[in-house]
């Protein structure tokens, strides 16, 4: 009768246990991206916003149309203040960040423009010039 060696045991719990670990991240991974990182089904559930914090006018809303895809990187949101436009970037999961603040992460557009606001300390925003 052929017996199983420890090694051939430890060898199959290890094979075992690497399948099971990348089914696992195969799976996240197609969760995560199912929604179309950059797409405008992003910004869904995003309301618009027009608020004053600090003097200064913060408006957000959802891009549509023409605007849409070139905000797509964006997150499919635009954001303004002061009627200048405000460089923002969704995370997929882990928020928005603006190129004021770019390393830090925010919960919501409008969290990442006040925050832009504090570090802006009254100075004007600068539009954002693609290298493209």
């Keep these: ?12 719990a290890a094979g075992a246990a690497a399948g099971t670990a990348l089914i696992g991240v195969a799976t996240a991974t197609a969760v995560g991206s199912s929604g179309g990182h950059g797409s405008h089904d992003v910004a869904k559930g995003l309301g618009s916003f027009d608020e004053v914090f600090q003097g200064r006018r913060i408006q957000g809303l959802p891009a549509e149309g023409h605007a849409a895809k070139s905000h797509a990187a964006h997150g499919g949101y635009r954001v303004l203040i002061d009627g200048r436009e405000l460089h923002i970037m969704k995370h997929d999961k882990f928020g928005w960040s603006s190129a004021i603040n770019h390393y830090s992460r925010f919960k919501t557009p409008l969290d990442a423009a006040r925050a832009a606001v504090e570090s802006l300390k009254g100075a004007q925003v600068v539009p954002f010039m693609s290298a493209v």
């Design 1 to 12: 009768m052929s017996r199983f060696t420890r090694r051939q045991v430890i060898g199959a």
